[in-house]
């Protein structure tokens, strides 16, 4: 009857188009009096698989001589860790404990799964193959879709592309403040406002412009060092934009303290050269190059009413031809102040003979997309708004990018300002019409689009896999996760990257003198929130320097008001808090909501997310029952950035030594 069941199933699956794959069945954990060889438990079945696989040309993954060969390799004793062996009162499900050596635990199965991945691959280059022809060249084709595939992450909390060939918006739930986006090819690149947060100009790329992955940054520092050493909120990286040109990469942005700044690379996953002051002052932003095609280098910029005491202007300057250095002073080519308030944010291109800039004016929370189009690069410009909330729930979209794809495609990115989760990106259809570009959906016909919520995705000439961001952890890498960033420029000692134990340790920085709140802690290790709604669990061990007393470690979801899980040593032991600071940027200090004292140093410790931007805190002693702590906390935005999730571990005193968490796994759930 088995025998039959598979040729079934084999005749069902080629009558649907598909490729079957028989795998044999692993082996269960059963050795021979000797200790060293697996006892055949299984009957027949294995015998069959082959059989059937050999008659009916199928390709077969023999799963049970490679799990007889790890299990013999690992040995009785250590082949135990990939079964369910449990004690009990560690797993509600078995409460009394479980010896199982059917089953395997977590880790044996995600190892099954592997040397099946291994068994398909070793097939693909002709070994082992036992498929016929035709099926053997679709197993390579999807072994190669693996291949890209492999270190890929998929959120289980947002996810744009919905598998049909359309998308949803936002495309990046997470706060990429103005971004901008430029094609190399058949590939994508983004890079992002990142603030006083480091390492800074986080670089993404896509093949599809819905799918995207961190791969790298453009910055291992902010300079001067001597300022972006402290917390410097809101200052430092404001809206970048990269290009690509002759097989270079570049990214212009503006500190508005400083000046605007350029970088290059050939590979954006590597690294960039140093920052070069192309063109220094107070208040100059948002800095777009463009090429002209007689060889001339123009440059676009804003202005900050903070430093500059001018806003609502946009200038364009002149640069050397090797684009690090500005000729002369820049001219001034539209004036905003009477109907494009705080406009801003341009990017520069050319297009049929008209200069363009699209520039986002009215607010970032409340404004428009404006586009101006001229036949001199000094203009004067003509205007017009392309896109506006409309009837949408999308309020302010606009700062963004254009770009094309090799199939003749226009598409737009912008953000949506969601407050609490910051800067999210959208991304909209875009068409020309009189040499006017139109954002999004125009029902009306006048010229101005309306975002849309859901679309069919780009037509980049094939599909590609879904992949998301960076955010789960499981710190098994010898550099820290892409997705990580610092709240000041860091110091080399501030953390290690322990592989071989398998976890991350953060070691104590002495707080600021007068210190008040984590607002001025510049080791805050923290990434972005990934959706509206989300669970944030980590397990971490706390080893204070028993000299000291009020060491502390923890969970912390950080803004303007942020609240917090802390482990402190008290000198007995460990109280567990969860902290809130309300109007830290203010001068504000914290209060305790809720304590508790525990004496394992071992807590596994979550933040729970809900959709209306509140979340409660959890812990929990053995990973199993959670137990809330404290009250429930409002998430509130940063400094021009969304709240942010993540690690800090601080000392009260400067002394010689101190202690260090070790964090074994983040992981990001619903």
Request: hydrophobic residues 35%; neutral net charge; proline residues 5%.
């Amino acid at each position: 009857e088995y025998k039959k069941n598979l040729e079934r199933f084999i005749e069902d699956v080629r009558s649907k188009g598909g490729i079957p794959i028989l795998c044999t069945s692993v082996v269960r954990r059963k050795f021979e009096a000797n200790g060293k060889t697996i006892e055949h438990t299984l009957g027949a079945y294995p015998e069959v698989t082959r059989t059937v696989a050999k008659e009916q040309k199928v390709q077969l993954v023999d799963m049970y001589e490679k799990t007889k060969t790890l299990l013999e390799n690992m040995g009785e004793e250590k082949s135990a860790s990939l079964f369910l062996h449990l004690a009990p009162g560690i797993n509600k499900n078995f409460p009394k404990g479980v010896i199982d050596d059917t089953h395997s635990n977590e880790n044996g199965a995600r190892i099954n799964a592997g040397l099946f991945i291994e068994g398909i691959k070793t097939a693909a280059k002709g070994e082992n193959l036992t498929a016929d022809a035709k099926e053997a060249k679709a197993i390579k084709k999807w072994i190669d879709l693996l291949k890209e595939n492999e270190n890929n992450y998929i959120s289980q909390v947002w996810v744009s592309d919905l598998g049909n060939g359309k998308y949803k918006n936002p495309v990046l739930y997470a706060d990429y403040s103005d971004p901008d986006v430029c094609r190399a090819g058949e590939d994508y690149y983004m890079t992002s406002s990142s603030f006083n947060c480091i390492p800074g100009l986080q670089i993404l790329h896509s093949r599809d412009l819905v799918n995207w992955k961190i791969i790298g940054y453009a910055l291992d520092k902010l300079i001067p060092d001597s300022v972006f050493s402290k917390a410097q909120h809101g200052n430092g990286v404001w809206a970048p934009s990269i290009r690509y040109k002759n097989g270079e990469f570049y990214i212009y942005y503006g500190d508005p303290d400083y000046g605007i700044y350029m970088t290059k690379t050939k590979n954006p996953a590597g690294k960039w050269e140093p920052l070069t002051l192309v063109k220094a002052g107070k208040g100059l932003i948002d800095a777009c190059p463009l090429w002209d095609e007689d060889g001339q280098m123009y440059l676009a910029h804003a202005y900050a009413g903070s430093r500059a005491g001018i806003k609502s202007v946009l200038a364009v300057t002149r640069l050397t031809p090797d684009g690090k250095k500005a000729i002369g002073a820049s001219k001034t080519v539209y004036e905003g102040h009477d109907s494009d308030e705080t406009i801003e944010g341009p990017k520069f291109y050319k297009r049929n003979g008209y200069y363009y800039i699209f520039a986002p004016a009215g607010g970032v929370a409340t404004g428009w997309q404006v586009v101006l189009r001229s036949e001199n690069v000094w203009g004067p410009y003509e205007r017009k708004i392309v896109m506006a909330q409309g009837k949408t729930k999308i309020n302010g979209p606009h700062q963004g990018a254009w770009v094309d794809t090799k199939t003749g495609e226009d598409w737009f990115f912008h953000f949506q300002d969601t407050y609490a989760y910051g800067r999210v990106v959208h991304l909209q259809p875009m068409i020309w019409k009189n040499d006017w570009p139109v954002i999004g959906e125009d029902k009306d016909g006048d010229g101005c689009g309306e975002p849309v919520l859901s679309y069919k995705k780009p037509n980049v000439g094939q599909p590609y896999p879904i992949c998301t961001p960076l955010e789960s952890d499981e710190f098994s890498s010898n550099e820290l996760g892409l997705q990580w960033q610092w709240h000041a420029n860091p110091q080399d000692w501030w953390y290690f990257t322990n592989v071989e134990n398998d976890y991350l340790s953060l070691y104590s920085v002495p707080v600021t003198e007068n210190y008040k709140s984590l607002w001025d802690v510049p080791n805050l290790l923290l990434q972005k929130t990934p959706a509206r709604a989300f669970t944030a669990t980590t397990k971490l061990t706390f080893k204070p320097n028993t000299k000291i007393k009020g060491e502390r470690a923890g969970l912390v979801m950080m803004g303007m008001d942020y609240a917090s899980l802390t482990m402190e040593y008290t000198g007995d032991g460990f109280t567990l808090s969860q902290y809130e600071c309300s109007k830290a940027d203010k001068g504000g200090s914290e209060k305790t909501n809720a304590s508790v004292n525990i004496k394992e140093s071992t807590v596994y410790l979550k933040i729970k997310v809900e959709s209306n931007a509140t979340c409660m805190f959890e812990y929990s002693l053995d990973g199993e029952k959670f137990t809330s702590l404290g009250k429930k906390f409002t998430l509130r935005e940063g400094k021009w950035i969304g709240a942010k999730i993540g690690f800090f571990c601080t000392r009260p005193v400067r002394n010689n030594d101190g202690g260090r968490t070790d964090v074994d796994w983040f992981r990001i759930g619903n």
